[in-house]
């Protein structure tokens, strides 16, 4: 078991996701930066698909009940066993009864602590990952929270450095435009690879909301609600883009002005509030790897 001590200004359990469930109106959910998730289990020995605890710019702190391994990735941090530094991004043994605190990001904005064995809640429509959209899974972390780990299944990973990108300080994302970007202006399209959008403060684990420039409706009619996928890019009556990530609603009624490749969402979650976004807008189909949100099928529909 671990116990909370500090439960962070918001930190949940997340693994893989839940796949094959968005015609039930489930979001896929999961890791929001799935490298720094998968890396953490293997540093530790854990399958990928094990669960992890995300956090959120401010870190967390728990008291192990029994001695385990733990590694720290995604955004950067101070770690510190029982008052003691310790690595970042490496496998740290942990004797029982020690406290292991994970301070605030010094850069990046989400964290990943992984422990022999996983978290083991119990699992929901295949997953522990917890959904804010659904309320599904378990609720975010609070003080004196009590969380079981499972059993260990390989040796932490043999490794003296593990090369880490840095989270980018602003944030460029690939584009593809469609299916709605005839529902814009010409003047809108041909502007947006100039245009310099802000990360807003109301972005969450559902979506990375921008600020600072609007673009213009051509149609100006209602749009029926239609099927929504992982990185679509909803254009609300604001006109400023909003970047939809692992806990996305299955539907929605604003049109799609394009898609970001899933390979560029984890740069999305660790960016902060404030930062410059810009899109690098594309025509084509999205690239290898990309996939439609929550049915596992590989493919996104072009």
Known sequence: ??????????????????????????????????????????????PESAATLETTLTGTAVRLRT????????????????GRPVAWGAPVHVPAGAVLDVGTATHGLRGYVAFSGGVDVEPVLGSRATDLLSGLGPPPLSDDDLLPLGRTTGPPGPVDAVPVSAPARDLVLRLVLGPRDDWFTE???????????????????IALRTEGHALERAVHRELPSEGMVLGGVQVPPNGCPMVFLADHPTTGGYPVIGVVPVADLAAAAQTRPGAEVRFVPTRGPLPSGSRRAGDGSGTVAG
């Open 1 to 46: 078991m671990i116990e909370v001590v500090r439960a962070g200004a918001l930190t949940t359990v997340q693994d893989l996701g839940r796949h094959g469930v968005a015609h039930l109106g489930v979001p896929r959910s999961g890791a929001l930066d799935e490298p720094a998730h998968r890396l953490a289990n293997r540093l530790v020995g854990n």
């Open 67 to 82: 001695a385990t391994t733990i590694a720290v990735t995604g955004a950067p941090a101070p770690v510190r066993l029982s």
């Open 187 to 205: 003047n809108a399209l041909a502007g947006l690879a100039a245009a310099r959008f802000q990360v807003a403060g109301a972005s969450n684990r």
